[in-house]
């Protein structure tokens, strides 16, 4: 029996295209498909995250129908080349579009909103700075080549303002000034200010963004479990020293035995 390479060929699925069945596949409950068409609609204009990821969507069209409700949008992982059709979404303040087959930045300066942009992973080259919206808190470009364009970063945070976050990585004070930003560092009071009208401004927007800020969610959690395990150091060690004076163990130590006896661990759990 000869090999033939022919039979290994992975073909690419078939690309879709966005349509209200799409939508509402994705957004109404199994029912739906009774509705009739206007109840369909007044549901769909009530979306304000819309999820089309992992679509095999080539192009993005169709959005008309759901119009000013649409606060975010995801579009990850689908086959789309170019950013259009967009300008509709006029209250769109997340976007996600990574792991495409973009290859350049165009058509986003008419969504007067968006503070979060992702489009990580895709083919963008190089970028025109005044098609980055200066509203934009969080940008993330990571696994593109245009990272790799001199100075990439200090042009993006020269020309961005209100940027926060680049590619996963918090800009500084210092970060300004580098790139001729004039930022005060002789009075605390001042500079307390700017950070906390930047937390407010952050705060507000968290509601907003799902996933934009895992990596602090990160951080937060990785505290959490030290300080855990310097607590737990500290009562190993104080129950030493009770069995070395022979005294009994203390009634933590014995409701965490109990519990030990009866509960798997975390680890036998899964």
Partial sequence: ??????????????ASRISLHMIGQRHLPPGSKQWPYEQIVEELNKITHLRLDREHIAEIDGLELLGKSITNVYLQQNQIKVIENLECLENLSFLTLANNKIQKIENLTRLP?????????NNITDF?????????????????????VPDYRGRIIQD??????????????????DVGYSVSSSS????????????????????TFEGATCD????SQ?????NL???????????????????PPSRNSRSNTARSSVTPSSGDAG
């Fill in 216 to 219: 602090m969610l990160i951080r």
């Fill in 113 to 121: 909103k968006l503070a979060f942009l992702d489009l990580s992973e």
């Fill in 229 to 247: 395990k310097q607590h737990q150091k500290r009562r190993t060690i104080v129950d030493n020293l009770r069995l070395d004076m022979k005294l």
């Fill in 128 to 148: 025109d700075i005044d098609e980055l919206p200066q509203t934009l808190v969080i940008l993330n470009l990571k696994g593109n080549p245009c990272i790799k």
């Fill in 1 to 14: 029996m000869e090999d033939s390479e022919d039979s290994f060929v992975i073909t690419e699925p078939k």
């Fill in 222 to 226: 990785q505290r959490l479990e030290d």
């Fill in 188 to 207: 605390e009071d001042e500079e307390s200010e700017e950070e906390e009208e930047e937390n407010n401004r952050m705060s507000q927007l968290g509601g």
């Fill in 160 to 177: 961005l303002p209100k940027l926060r976050q680049l590619d996963g990585v918090d800009i500084t004070k210092q970060d300004r000034r």
